[in-house]
């Protein structure tokens, strides 16, 4: 089997995580357990580009389960668990190709890997896999069925491709399923990236100004995580209805010009370009943090703060200290990369377990349905998205009221009033 990961050797201690994550993943488990029964996936090749973490390796084994044949590559040069990677070479038969630290040749190699097996279905977090193909590797396109999409910003740029009428398959957002960005996007992006910035700097953030920029559910779930600890939070944002959110939220709202010379603390989410830029860097206090938990390396100008600093020095994993020609320092955590998953691991199996599950349900519905879809962004139907709210709620052990007769004629009529 071909393969490129960093260490088979690592493989028992990453199958020791995978086992353990797969505790907090129910709703994934039954889902394979079926899909072990069957089969709807059976002699699919799916193609997937997604963090390589020990969840992702749970869907992995779920849809192998179902009868795929699973090749996986990563979705962001950082964030692979190589442990991970070489256990599911070795004990579960999978090719992955991914190494933690790839330079971007080598993530660009890895992901043309991939597309070597001639995918019929793309599974992706951040559309790389289906702009490669529509850039580079149109041949492939005959083979594809559809693909999935996990994260906001491939959502993003998915729907630009539809607009822009070159979307050449259908595509499904996962991101979008109320049980994926509900949960991932705000409780795992909240706890998560917290957790990076803790693993790479074991700062305290009790009294510190925490600068949240984006107020989208991942900066949402940040801003309340951050404040949680005890930090003081303000808000950047370029939307008015989120502006207003935030300030009712408690947080204080002002521009990024501003936050800059008051946040001890910043982190980006948002999914836009130079949201940290050049000019900002020069008005931050001296020992500032500057980390990203967008999914783009490409919300802090770094390009620029390299120009503008004497000196670069790494002082811990994961952290490098600018000293700008002002003699202040900036210190970038990660490489301006996800943090979440540049320095700690991701968001927890137990919010991974709705996301995932999406993924896997998303892939049989697009098998079952891809001869009556359109080359368009389909969202994750209804009917799916709350089954595994009720899964997932049943598995949390927590029961609810159902709608007595009498409570559903009344939701479906008009005539009785004040
Ligand atoms: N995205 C954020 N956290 C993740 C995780 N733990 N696994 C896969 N993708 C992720």
Not at 30 to 36: A, V
Not at 273 to 297: E, Q, T, W, Y
């Amino acid at each position: 089997m071909k393969y490129d990961v960093r260490d088979i050797k690592l493989a028992d201690e990453g199958k020791k995580r995978i086992v353990w994550a797969a505790k907090e993943m129910p709703v994934l488990r039954q889902i394979s357990e079926r899909f072990l029964k069957e089969k709807p996936l059976k002699n699919k090749r799916i193609g997937a580009c997604l963090h390589v973490t020990t969840e992702t390796a749970n869907l992995a084994i779920a849809l192998k389960a179902g009868g795929a044949d699973v090749y996986l590559c990563a979705s962001n040069p950082l964030s692979t668990q190589d442990d991970v990677a070489a256990s599911l070479v070795k004990h579960y038969n999978i090719p992955v190709f991914a190494i933690k630290g790839e330079d971007n040749k080598t993530y660009y190699k890895h992901i043309n890997e991939i597309l070597n097996i001639e995918p019929q279905i793309t599974m992706d977090d951040g559309a790389d896999l289906v702009t490669t193909i529509l850039l580079k590797r149109k041949e492939l396109l005959k083979n594809i069925i559809g693909g999935t999409e996990e994260t906001t910003t491939g959502v993003i740029r998915l729907r630009a491709m539809e607009k822009d009428g070159v979307l050449a398959y259908p595509v499904i957002a996962v991101n979008d399923a109320l049980t994926k960005h509900f949960f991932d996007n705000r409780y795992g992006t909240g706890q998560s990236t917290i957790d990076g910035i803790i693993r790479a700097t074991n700062v305290l953030f009790a009294g510190k100004v925490v600068v949240t920029a984006g107020y989208g559910w991942c900066g949402r779930g940040f801003a309340m995580r951050a404040k949680g600890l005890g930090a003081h939070v303000i808000v950047t944002e370029v939307n008015h209805l989120k502006a207003i959110e935030a300030a009712m939220d408690g947080y204080e709202v002002m521009p990024m010009s501003e936050a800059a010379k008051k946040g001890d603390i910043f982190v980006t989410l948002t999914g836009d370009l130079n949201v940290i830029d050049k000019r900002h860097f020069p008005l931050m206090k001296n020992g500032a943090i500057v980390c990203n938990s967008g999914h783009f390396n490409n919300e802090i100008n770094i390009d620029a703060l390299k120009q503008m600093s004497k000196s670069v020095k790494n002082v811990r994993n994961f952290v490098d200290e600018y000293t700008l020609k002002n003699g202040k320092t900036v210190c970038v955590l990660g490489e301006g990369r996800l943090i979440n998953l540049a320095a700690a691991e991701g968001h927890p199996a137990s919010v991974m377990d709705m996301s995932f599950a999406n993924q896997a349900l998303s892939a049989e519905f697009m098998v079952k349905n891809s001869k009556n879809l359109e080359k368009k962004v389909y969202t994750v139907p209804e009917k799916l998205d709350m089954e595994i709210a009720r899964l997932k709620l049943n598995a949390m052990g927590i029961k609810i009221d159902a709608l007595t007769k009498e409570q559903q004629k009344y939701l479906n009529s008009w005539q009785s009033g004040t």
